[in-house]
């Protein structure tokens, strides 16, 4: 897209903040690419648009060094145990984002999350009644 004659306009759009470009039609008149990008549904001539985020640098910079074989190599190492327990409190008790506002509540709503995580594995030791008498054997 042709430097000339373009704006930046910034805005919030939920978090993100995107940046748009936007060009004069007659700036794009004379591009051999214009029948591809500048023509509305309608078939009418209209400005070329690029919109951006904000942070769009910063990941294409990650994933370049993400490409890396020295990224590749080191990547599987960072994986730590300390992940599975918010894994499992995200996926399986639904709690991706907290539902209440200020430190001390998300606290609580934390403290909340993590007793049934680690009741779970207490209860799994415990018999289940649908067996009969005599069929559960204490391991020995």
């Known amino acids: ?4 004659n373009t704006t930046s306009e910034k805005g919030a759009r939920g ?14 008149a004379a591009c051999p690419l214009r029948a591809r990008c500048v023509l509305s549904k309608k078939g009418r001539p209209r400005g070329r648009q690029v919109s951006r985020e ?12 993400m490409a890396t074989p020295e990224a590749q190599e080191l990547y599987p190492l960072h ?11 995200k996926r399986h008790f639904g709690l991706s984002q907290f539902l209440l506002r200020g430190l001390g509540a998300v606290r609580d709503e934390w403290r909340w999350a993590t007793v049934p995580f680690n009741l779970h594995p207490l209860l799994s ?16």
Do not use: N, V
């Open 54 to 65: 904000y942070f769009e640098p910063h990941r294409e910079r990650h994933a370049q060094k």
């Open 1 to 4: 897209m042709p430097d000339a």
């Open 79 to 89: 994986r730590h145990p300390s992940e599975r327990p918010f894994a499992m409190i």
């Open 125 to 140: 030791l415990i018999p289940s009644r649908a067996w009969g008498p005599g069929e559960f054997q204490q391991p020995t």
């Open 15 to 28: 978090r993100r903040i995107r940046e748009r470009y936007q060009a004069a039609s007659a700036t794009c």
